[in-house]
């Protein structure tokens, strides 16, 4: 499985962006799916999921300001961030699990500055 993301950019406080993260093979309907995010000099944490049926799960931190979707037809799921603050800055990466195995991608840059 490889997952390639994109959609990160500079952007000023308050606006938003659309991540997208595409996986290949043709297991993507089954696996759940996740967004995390990594600022410098801190861990790597979950800010959103989705599973197979579409159960969706945010972090206290981005409730609210975040949705997740996936699309199962193109094997790809979506992060919408929206009202971007500056503490949102961070290297954000895709994730699949599946049967219980962990897949990353490359991760895409979003800064939120003015």
């Known amino acids: 499985v490889q997952l390639q993301a994109s959609g990160g950019g500079l952007v000023q406080p308050g606006g938003s962006l659309r991540l997208s993260c595409t996986a290949s093979?043709?297991?993507?309907?089954?696996?759940?799916m996740g967004w995390y995010r990594q600022a410098p000099g801190k861990q790597r944490d979950l800010i959103a999921r989705?599973?197979?049926?579409?159960?969706?799960y945010y972090a206290n931190s981005v409730k609210g300001r975040v949705t997740i979707s996936r699309d199962n037809a193109k094997s790809t799921v979506y992060l919408q961030l929206n009202s971007l603050k500056p503490e949102d800055t961070a290297v954000y990466y895709c994730?699949?699990?599946?049967?219980?195995?962990?897949?990353w991608g490359e991760g895409t840059q979003v800064t939120v500055s003015s």
């Open positions: 093979g043709n297991s993507f309907s089954i696996a759940m």
């Open positions: 989705i599973t197979s049926l579409n159960t969706t």
């Open positions: 994730n699949m699990n599946l049967y219980a195995r962990d897949y």
